[in-house]
Nanobody, 114 residues
Framework: QVQLVESGGGLVQPGGSLRLSCTAS????????MGWYRQAPGKQRELVAS???????NYADSVKDRFTISRDNAKKMVYLQMINLKPEDTAVYYC????????WGQGTQVTVSS
């Protein structure tokens, strides 16, 4: 069973930045497209960014040009650099493979508020 551990969240003011990290306990990490998801209170979990094995990326329109996903296959980690954060980015952020097929980790809370 894959274990996913997210970290790096916190409370920031609008316009601030955060860098989220996720580690995955899986042998063949580098064969999977990875994604960052988020779930705001009362809303469904949504995919905000994904990164393929070769490094190509995709972003939800709401975060394009503000979020950057990256990965380090040797460390089995995936990152999400977030800049110019907005209150609507407030959510619990999770990482998972594309499609969300692995068991979800506990996530990391991001709160954007003045």
């Amino acid at each position: 069973q894959v274990q996913l551990v997210e970290s790096g969240g916190g409370l920031v003011q609008p316009g601030g930045s955060l860098r989220l990290s996720c580690t995955a306990s899986i042998v063949f990490f580098d064969v999977y497209t990875m994604g960052w998801y988020r779930q705001a209170p009362g809303k469904q979990r949504e995919l905000v960014a994904s990164i393929a094995v070769g490094g190509s990326t995709n972003y939800a329109d709401s975060v394009k040009d503000r979020f950057t996903i990256s990965r380090d296959n040797a460390k089995k980690m995936v990152y999400l650099q977030m800049i110019n954060l907005k209150p609507e980015d407030t959510a619990v952020y999770y990482c998972n493979r594309a499609g969300g097929n692995w068991s979800w980790g506990q996530g990391t809370q991001v709160t954007v508020s003045s």
